[in-house]
Each structure stands twice: as C-alpha cells, then as structure tokens.
C-alpha cells in the first residue's frame, strides 16, 4: 500500500515503490550477529500434500539469516513423522520437527496438565507455544519469527520484511504484525472486514474511550497469523489455545510491553492462503466458531480492563454492530466498484447475519463464565512451577528427531 500516514498508537512500516529484498537481506545477515532469528512453522501434515507449503521450502532455501527453523506439527503418526522429516530435509537451515502426537510430547503434555497448567486442546496455539518453549531452551535466538504454512502467495520478501524491524536494534522494537491486502477477483478477509472491524467500532461507541480498543483498531489486520517476537516477550506472554490466538496475542502484547515498542508492517503485495468456510448453521466449525472464540477473547480482555458488561449492553452491541457492519458493506462495495473487483453484497450480508449470530453466541459465554477458558501460562509461569521442564522439552524433541534420523539410515 503506497501509503505513509501513521495512524493509531503504534508504529506502520510500509510498503513503498519497489521492495529490494537482497538489500534487507544483507542487512539481516548483519544483524544476525548480534540478534540471531528462528522461524516457527506451525503445520498439519495434511498440508505437505498441497502447492503452499513446497513454495515455502523453495523460497527458504535461499535466506541465509536464519539461525533455525522450528516446525511445530499436528496429527500425524510415526510414518507421516517420517515423511515429513524427509519432506523437509533439503532446508539448509538447522531444522527441528515438533511431533506433537510423538509418546515424548504427550508424556510432557500429560505432566503440564497434572500440574494445573492447562495448555487447551491441539491446534495452533498450543503447538505455537510448545514450539517457543523448544526455542527458549536452545538459547540460540532472540528473535522469532512465525508465519503460516499454507500461504499460495509466499514469498522470501514476506519473512524479511518481518523479521527486520525486530532483528534492527537501532529501531527498537520488541513486536511486529505483518498486514497485507487480500484479494482475487473478490475482497477477502472477511472475519476482519466483516466482524472483528464493525466490532471494534461498535464496542468503542457504547464504552468511549478505551485505549485498548484504540490500540486493537490501530492493526489494519489484526487477525493476520504473522508476527515477529523477541524471546523475551515469548516468556511473559500468555495465549488462547483457540481461534482466539492472534487477537488473545495482541492483547498480551499491550499488557507486556510498552506500546513504543509495538509495529506492524506491510509485508506482501496481496496476501493469498487457503479460505475456511462460512459454516452459518455451525457454530463448531469454519468462520462461525472462529468469531465466537475472538468475541470472546475480546469480551475477556476488555473485562480485564474494568469495562462492566451486562446483558442489556450486549442488546445493544448486537444492534450496534448490526448498523456499523452494514456501513462497512456499502463502502466495501465501492471500493470494489472502483477497483473492478466483484462483490456478492447477498453473501456479504449472510456473512454479517453469520457474524451477529456469533457474536450473541460469544456473549451468552461470557456472561454464564466471565472467565471462560484459561491461557496458555507463560513460559516464566511454567518454568517457576517446573524449573527442568524447558531442559527435559529440548531434549524429548532432540530425541525424536534423531531416532527418524537413525531411522532414515536403516
């Protein structure tokens, strides 16, 4: 976006004129020196059979800053462990398989919750900070970069672009979110342009000044999966375990650090990924559920931030929202128009309809458990409770990847 205005409370790093990759890369290298990078891979194994993820492999192969990649993988079993070790053998960066399902990582999953430590179900927070754990007990890097593993559109600028406002020292920042625009022939994004910004925009109507809200509405995508983050904040911050993970993350990020320190940046020209389905008359799966977690996350934090909430004003955020999100519709709507994009405004307005039924949904969850389910403790928090814990995590995942190793030479 060709823009430089500098809205909001936290710092934009924009995208301007023509991006000369090799010239951040060689700054990185530099950096490097000082600021070694990670790079966290949330994956399922499922994705190694699509277009994205080898993209990705591709594009890897030619960044030379990275110090290690981390793959943090879901539901597979022995032989798909396997497979995916070969899969991703030709990174040239020293690189370690997460084996979520493995008997080590239960065993360690197992202890977490006998110890009252409840990390929430499998999905991508959990591995997410399984993943940071294993980082912080290599003591390799102090900074960490995390992107999805089904991006179509990847491309090396995207990673550098994230990872150099933190790996810069002389910027000073301690949290980047990267954004980007994303669209087809059609608008994309519509849990953010449709229900996460009508959202922000109604609570900030019936609550006033709330300067959270003002720092939530200052992302131009908040609920985008990439960021970039030194270790010392991975060990303060704690995260929801469900959809709620990128806006939960945010909000930890306000409480943690000073807001100086916060950026987000404009990473990729359009941003192109798999898209979940709307799921209208299910509110356990696709964009429904993934609403009704955020709401919630969101309805949590501000509780924490002493806004009282009461049925009577969640009556009135439903219609608030209601109105704010029709707005919105309208103005995507030309902004398609003089774009020569398509937009279906039936279908954007079942998606609000979608929306609204979330949001009524996250808001009965609230008010029947204020406090719903727990964060992901932090990392300082586990280590306090179970100092060897991070020593005896290294070193189940260093194990699991040397036996497919051994493995792989039988």
């Known amino acids: 976006m060709g823009d430089f205005h500098q809205p909001g409370l936290i710092s934009t790093l924009h995208r301007i004129g023509e991006v000369d990759v090799e010239r951040l890369e060689r700054e990185l290298l530099r950096h490097v020196a000082n600021r070694p990078i990670g790079l966290v891979l949330p994956c399922l194994y499922s994705e190694l059979e699509g277009q994205a993820v080898h993209t990705i492999v591709k594009e890897l192969q030619k960044v030379d800053y990275l110090d290690q990649i981390v793959l943090s993988m879901d539901r597979m079993d022995h032989d798909q462990f396997l497979h995916a070790a070969r899969f991703f053998s030709d990174l040239p960066q020293p690189t370690k398989i997460i084996w979520h399902d493995g008997p080590r990582m239960q065993k360690l999953l197992q202890e977490l919750g006998e110890t009252h430590l409840a990390v929430g179900e499998r999905g991508k927070g959990r591995g997410s900070w399984m993943a940071f754990g294993y980082i912080l007990a290599t003591k390799r890097v102090e900074v960490v970069a995390l992107h999805d593993c089904d991006i179509v559109s990847y491309s090396r600028e995207l990673l550098a672009r994230l990872c150099y406002p933190i790996a810069n020292p002389s910027l000073g920042y301690e949290f980047c979110k990267g954004y980007y625009a994303r669209y087809g022939r059609r608008l994309y994004g519509r849990v953010t342009r449709l229900f996460l910004t009508?959202?922000?925009s109604a609570l900030t109507q019936l609550t006033g000044h709330v300067r959270i809200l003002e720092y939530l509405s200052g992302f131009r995508y908040p609920l985008a999966g990439e960021f970039a983050i030194t270790t010392d904040l991975i060990r303060a911050n704690r995260i929801p375990a469900d959809w709620g993970l990128e806006i939960g993350t945010l909000c930890e990020v306000y409480r943690n650090c000073s807001l100086k320190r916060v950026c987000q940046v404009d990473l990729i020209e359009n941003?192109?990924?798999?898209?979940?389905?709307?799921?209208p008359e299910n509110p356990t799966e696709g964009l429904m559920k993934m609403a009704i977690d955020i709401g919630e996350t969101l309805f949590r934090t501000l509780a924490s931030e002493g806004v009282v909430m009461s049925d009577a004003f969640f009556r009135s955020l439903s219609s608030a929202y209601q109105r704010s999100a029709e707005d919105v519709i309208r103005r995507y709507n030309d902004d398609a128009a003089i774009n020569g994009l398509e937009l279906d405004r039936h279908?954007?307005?079942?998606?609000v309809t979608t929306f609204r039924k979330s949001l009524q949904i996250a808001s009965?969850?609230?008010?029947?458990d204020p406090h719903g389910a727990l964060l992901i403790p932090s990392w300082n928090r586990v280590i306090s409770a179970l100092p060897d814990f991070l020593e005896r995590l290294y070193q189940a995942v260093e194990e699991d990847n040397q036996m497919i190793l051994a493995e792989q030479v039988n």
């Open 198 to 200: 009508p959202l922000l």
């Open 364 to 368: 009965k969850n609230f008010l029947v």
């Open 347 to 351: 279908a954007e307005n079942l998606a």
């Open 271 to 279: 941003y192109q990924h798999k898209h979940q389905d709307l799921s």
